[in-house]
């Protein structure tokens, strides 16, 4: 199993880092992205801690990768803080989109899929024209198990075929139960409208992003 959207309490998870990743080794993930809530009032605080403790616990039988998740962003503010991000160290950027569960600002969809991210996380009622945007920049759209914001997952599902945009598969993790096993991931996908060969394809994309990164 690759999860590269999970959250410790860095931001707003409910386990420290090192439990959180000692959880998905337990139940046979091989990768994993921490990837903290920020906005600007604390990326300088989170992103060299989650640096730290990306190199410190990742081993040979898993690798933990750093990551942000800018969160109700104002949108002027998308664009650089991706770049603080990237400037030190993160190497995993996503940006939670207009999911149907949280108010988020309208128009985060399409200002974050103009920039240097990696996923647009649960993107909720995604359009045809921001998913081809998606497609041609080569950002990964999420289909998640995320109770709410999974309520969308066939949309988006369809929506990225269309496209021909990349899916990926992550939990959105916050507390121990949202790890889930790779067979659950697969029914999720399945039950979210893809094929069985199309299921395979996710889980692929979740393999090129880590070897990306």
């Known amino acids: 199993m690759i999860d590269l959207h999970t959250h410790s309490l860095l931001s707003d998870g409910a386990l420290l880092p090192s439990?959180?990743?000692?959880?998905?080794?337990?139940?046979?993930?091989?990768?994993?992205?921490?990837?903290?809530?920020?906005?600007?009032?604390?990326?300088?605080?989170?992103?060299?801690?989650?640096?730290?403790?990306?190199?410190?616990?990742?081993?040979?039988?898993?690798?933990?990768?750093?990551g942000v998740e800018l969160t109700h962003v104002p949108l002027k503010d998308i664009p650089k803080l991706i770049k603080y991000a990237r400037a030190n160290s993160i190497k995993l950027i996503l940006v939670h989109g207009e999911t149907i569960s949280e108010p988020v600002i309208p128009g985060t969809n399409a200002c974050a899929l103009e920039c240097d991210i990696d996923i647009l996380a649960h993107p909720g009622l995604i359009t045809l024209k921001d998913a081809k945007v998606a497609a041609k920049r080569k950002i990964y759209l999420e289909l998640t198990s995320k109770k709410a914001h999974s309520f969308t997952n066939g949309h988006v599902a369809r929506i990225a075929l269309q496209a021909k945009a990349r899916l990926i598969f992550n939990t959105d993790a916050h507390n121990p139960e949202d790890l889930i096993s790779y067979s659950l991931a697969k029914l999720i996908l399945l039950g979210s409208g893809l094929s069985e060969s199309q299921t395979k394809e996710v889980f692929k994309n979740s393999l090129q992003l880590l070897k990306k990164i």
Do not use: M
């Open 19 to 66: 439990e959180l990743v000692r959880r998905a080794y337990v139940i046979g993930y091989k990768a994993i992205g921490i990837t903290e809530h920020v906005d600007t009032s604390n990326i300088d605080f989170v992103v060299p801690r989650v640096v730290k403790a990306s190199k410190a616990l990742t081993s040979s039988k898993l690798r933990v990768i750093p």
